[in-house]
């Protein structure tokens, strides 16, 4: 069985992280396999909304703990340039929204992954940990920038050096992630979500999620200056045209993503 499950129904790719026996915590293998995946979702015009989630109870344990202790396992320069670092590149620079839909514990780069995503809902059953600071470790995959523009300096700093365990509905209140839906009822909602999305207006969503990921570092003249250039390329687009017209005519539109 793969590390990675694959399918793309009603315009969403579903990526599941598939080691359940360890949490999915990753291995060298299933880094491997999701940046492959997250390049063919990028590519493919049918892929209109990514949705990654966990199989079984977790939703990743982070680091695979006995890669590395194995002699032959990858090091840790590795794990950071070759597996972690690019995912997360790939998933911010994905032009589509990828949802990250947690279903149970996200600990260490697990926990991190699920945070850059665009969007972030979680089962009432699920948590968050930062879970570096009890291995001796620091937070990677992004945490140490996508953590405190999630939460604020404060919570975040103490949440990477105490490794505090954060329940679904905690995460909510502090603004980690959107929102959390019961566990009976969260596969079914999010997938409906995700599938929202994949009919809505994929190349301006793509250039929302572009300039928020510039707004960190551009001053507001410069983050006006992006939004007209992106707003012109937005009127250009074929859903833009379908919007208002649909809207005139009192009739859903209908968005092809492009
Ligand atoms: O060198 C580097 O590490 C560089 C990379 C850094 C990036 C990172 O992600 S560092 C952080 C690594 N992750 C952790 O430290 C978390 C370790 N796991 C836990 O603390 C706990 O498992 C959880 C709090 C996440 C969940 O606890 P619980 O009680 O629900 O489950 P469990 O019984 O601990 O785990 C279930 C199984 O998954 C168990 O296997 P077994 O005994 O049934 O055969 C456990 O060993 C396995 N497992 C859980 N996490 C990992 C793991 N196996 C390997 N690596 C793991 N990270």
């Given at each position: 069985?793969?590390?990675?499950?694959?399918?793309?129904?009603?315009?969403?790719?579903?990526?599941?992280?598939?080691?359940?026996?360890?949490?999915?915590?990753?291995?060298?293998?299933?880094?491997?396999?999701?940046?492959?995946?997250l390049d063919e979702c990028a590519s493919l015009h049918e892929v209109r909304c990514v949705y990654l989630t966990g199989s079984g109870k977790g939703f990743s344990a982070g680091q695979d703990l006995a890669e590395v202790t194995d002699p032959e396992g990858p090091t840790m320069s590795q794990i950071l340039s070759d597996h972690y670092n690019p995912i997360v590149r790939k998933i911010r620079n994905m032009p589509k929204p990828v949802i990250a839909?947690?279903?149970?514990?996200?600990?260490?780069?697990?926990?991190?992954?699920?945070?850059?995503?665009?969007?972030?809902?979680?089962?009432?059953?699920?948590?968050?940990?930062?879970?570096?600071?009890?291995?001796?470790?620091?937070?990677?995959?992004?945490?140490?920038?996508?953590?405190?523009?999630?939460?604020?300096?404060?919570?975040?700093?103490?949440?990477?050096?105490l490794g505090d365990k954060v329940g679904a509905e905690e995460a909510e209140k502090l603004g980690m992630?959107?929102?959390?839906?019961?566990?009976?009822?969260?596969?079914?909602?999010?997938?409906l979500l995700a599938e929202k999305l994949s009919s809505m207006p994929t190349r301006s969503l793509a250039m929302t999620k572009h300039a928020?990921?510039?707004?960190?570092?551009?001053?507001?003249?410069?983050?006006?200056?992006?939004?007209?250039?992106?707003?012109?390329?937005?009127?250009?687009?074929?859903?833009?045209?379908?919007?208002?017209e649909a809207f005139i005519q009192k009739r859903n539109p209908v968005f092809k993503g492009e």
């Open positions: 069985m793969s590390s990675i499950l694959f399918k793309i129904e009603n315009g969403v790719a579903h990526i599941t992280l598939n080691r359940p026996d360890k949490l999915n915590a990753f291995n060298r293998d299933m880094a491997i396999l999701l940046q492959a995946r839909a947690v279903n149970g514990v996200a600990a260490g780069a697990g926990a991190n992954i699920a945070l850059c995503c665009d969007i972030v809902v979680a089962a009432s059953s699920a948590s968050f940990i930062q879970a570096f600071s009890r291995i001796g470790l620091i937070p990677d995959s992004g945490g140490t920038y996508f953590l405190p523009r999630l939460i604020g300096w404060q919570k975040a700093s103490a949440l990477a050096m992630i959107y929102k959390v839906f019961a566990d009976d009822i969260f596969s079914k909602e999010t997938i928020l990921n510039y707004s960190f570092t551009q001053n507001l003249e410069e983050q006006l200056a992006m939004e007209d250039k992106l707003q012109q390329e937005a009127a250009l687009t074929y859903d833009y045209r379908e919007g208002v």
